[in-house]
């Protein structure tokens, strides 16, 4: 016995229109990318890849790697998915991190290196009590 439901995604199937369909997979599971900027041994993750970033925002990232004494003639940009972060940090010597994204799993990444998190370059251009907590961890993590 066929209850109402059924009957109408019948007729509807027969005349060729379909209720429901089934989602791509690419939807249903989407990666999540991590930016990165790897200078020297120090990884710094961005919410946006490192080539978008406002000029303002390039300038304060640029300032904040100057202070703890960071080469910047070797700069490398990247994206890779969330789940080949730690194998990148691995097979790069990275020491430290300073995590701008707030999206990665830093517990993880705690064990392999010392990681400093702190807002968004866009937060802390608005903010100076931001940046004032951000220089006291540098300071006592680089120890600059």
């Known amino acids: 016995m066929l209850n109402p439901s059924i009957k109408r995604n019948l007729i509807l199937k027969e005349m060729g229109i379909i209720r429901y369909e089934k989602r791509p997979f690419s939807l249903n599971k989407k990666q999540k990318k991590s930016n990165l900027l790897l200078t020297e041994n120090i990884l710094t993750l961005l919410s946006i890849p490192y080539t978008e970033l406002k000029k303002d925002e390039h300038t304060l990232l640029i300032n904040i790697l100057k202070s703890v004494k960071i080469n910047l003639k070797k700069k490398e940009s990247f994206e890779i998915d969330s789940k080949s972060l730690l194998n990148f940090i691995e097979g790069n010597d990275v020491k430290y991190i ?47």
């Open 98 to 144: 300073i995590d701008f994204s707030s999206k990665s799993n830093i517990n993880e990444l705690k064990k392999t290196c010392t990681v400093v998190t702190t807002y968004s370059l866009a937060q802390l251009i608005i903010s100076n009590e931001s940046k004032k907590s951000l220089w006291i961890d540098l300071k006592n993590k680089f120890n600059v």
